[in-house]
């Protein structure tokens, strides 16, 4: 029997560490043996090979992930610590781009806990990119940025506008803080621009940092804030997205709101509004009348009004010009013509 | 959002603001084809109606236009 240290102080779960154990005494294993021998279920054996494999702990016969092989204590162990000297090479850079916009993360902030990667970095535009549309399909509720960038490049808002699309259909909440030349910028730059009903934006003169954040539960950063282009941290350290937090929270005290004149597009009446906003949701024409207390008749009428105002055919059609729109968004406050999801995309944008 | 090829030309046809009749004619299928394929499209994204299907694309239509496979952030 190979003596095999305790696993949970590098982070792994008391079942990937069980398992693990398993598979070393036992030699290379079939699931099913496994959650038979040692009587967990099968899907809890399953999440712990996967977090084994991703850690280097274990890993599937070729061409069949039915059956599993142990990596060598000492291999496992190189790895383990491997992965956290990682971690704190990227805390430890995170922190150093903090500091160097004066925003102070105390030692003890940077602890690497966890096997899961708190802080991973996003190299190159594409990468971010990327990760930044999963992040937002995540998110549930709000997102936060803020940007000391003085004007945002033609690509960036052009890269922008389907992430915005995305997030207002979602109804996302947004609040966005920049510097006042963003929004002294043309304004035609904005017609033809979605206006998000759930957007709030925000001025101030200067800004320490670019900063993305989801959920108040993951934080972008740039992974060089003199240039863009090089990606981004991704940053799910607890203690340090609460402090990227606070840090918006207090800037967006101090800022001053922006009021943006809309840009013209072809308004909704109330009615039209409200049965649009229900069909949105999936509703059929009947369901809608009982819902409004109006006649079937009345909800045809209404989408062939609308049809007609918008040179339209078909229902398809409508949807497709107003999704582009987002004009169909039940929650009307603001009056804001600014992408903020530029913001976003800038960073590695080619500005 | 991911189009099969046949998806994206049925789309794009009912886009132009043609009817289930005239898209099947002009893609020499039959009408069922073409409401099957937009149901299925629409169970995929647990939608119920056109209207949501065409707020969802009408979202993405950036993505949908760019062919060049550049990406869409």
Redesign the interface.
Known sequence: MTAVPSLARWGVSPHADLVYRALTILGPNRVADINRSLDLPREIVRSALDELYAVGGATPFPGDDREWKAAAPRDFLAALKERREREARALQAVRDILDGTGIPIREEQLIAGSLVGMVRPLNG??KT??R??ELIAQTKQERLSMSPQAAFGLESR??????A??A??RGLASKGIFVPTVYAEAPEQYSGELRHRKDENRQLAALPVKVMIYDRRTAIIPLDPGDYHKGAWEIRNPSIVDTLVSLFLQRWERAEPVKLTPTPGPALTQRETEI?SL??E?L?DDTIAARLNISGRSISYAMAGLMERYQ???????????????T?QRHQTGTTGIETGTS??SIGEAD | MELTPREKEIISLLADGHTDEAVAARMGISRRSIAYAISGLMQRHDITNRFQLGLLLGAQIDELSNEEGEAPL
């Open positions: 535009s594409h990119r990327e930044i549309a052009r890269a922008a506008a389907p992430v699309r995305f207002a259909l649009v069909m949105a999936g059929t339209v055919r078909n229902r398809f059609q409508l949807g497709l010009l107003l999704g582009a729109q987002s169909w976003e995309t």
